[in-house]
């Protein structure tokens, strides 16, 4: 994922940069020192907690989903190395969304994902998974991903990074509107974005409640609010 970039900032993405943004001798010397850094609980998060995942030099992340995120089939150019560290996760091999496929991994159970593999998960809860390995770290949806925002629909081809803006996406797409009232399992709320990949036949919608806390839900798991 890019740190700077607009689809981030739209999904509410912060960065938690460590001493590992540091660069010369700096960077060494902090590479070469003792370091705690404690788990940290924030809104949908991305946060380097050693390295540079942007380099090809051995990297720590941790990355922070709101309950309900299916994070659609994708691979990265490198081998994956996961362990949740908060909440209740679960993992699948293959290039589309097929939940009965989904391994459960709960706090402090890890899998291994080989480079080039497509896979996918599901953040039952609000969780945070620690991955490692050996950069550069990218995550390429295995296809075409539309994204719904206020600023209109963005056709993604790697997460983190912005999309190519479009006039509208495939008509089957985005059923609700930003903006729409929407009442699913978790509760109602206001839909502030959407992901949809026509490959998958799978859209789902993040959602707003009153209190402020965020939730997602597939497009068959919700209806409008009365």
Known sequence: MNAGSDVAARY??????????????AAGAAEAAHRIVPLRNTAFGFEVVRGDPDRPDPYVIRIQNDAGYVVLPHTHPEDENIVVVKGSWSLAMGARVNRPALEPLEVGAY???????????????????????????STDFVDP????????????????KS?????????????????????????????????????SQFTQYWVQQ????????AFEELSTAQ
């Open 111 to 137: 899998g291994f994902v080989p480079k080039e593999m497509s896979h996918f998960g599901w953040a039952k809860t609000d969780v945070i998974i620690q991955v490692h390995g050996f950069g550069p770290f």
């Open 145 to 160: 991903t539309y994204e719904l925002s206020d600023s209109g629909v963005a056709l993604v081809k790697t997460a983190g």
């Open 210 to 217: 009153g209190n402020g806390q965020r939730f997602w839900s």
């Open 12 to 25: 509410g993405i912060r960065l938690l940069q460590t001493s590992a943004g540091k660069s010369g001798t």
């Open 163 to 199: 999309g190519e803006a479009l006039r509208s996406g495939p008509s089957n797409c985005f059923r609700f509107k930003v903006g729409d009232t929407v009442r699913g399992e978790r509760g109602a709320g206001r839909v502030v974005g959407a992901l949809c990949s026509p490959a």
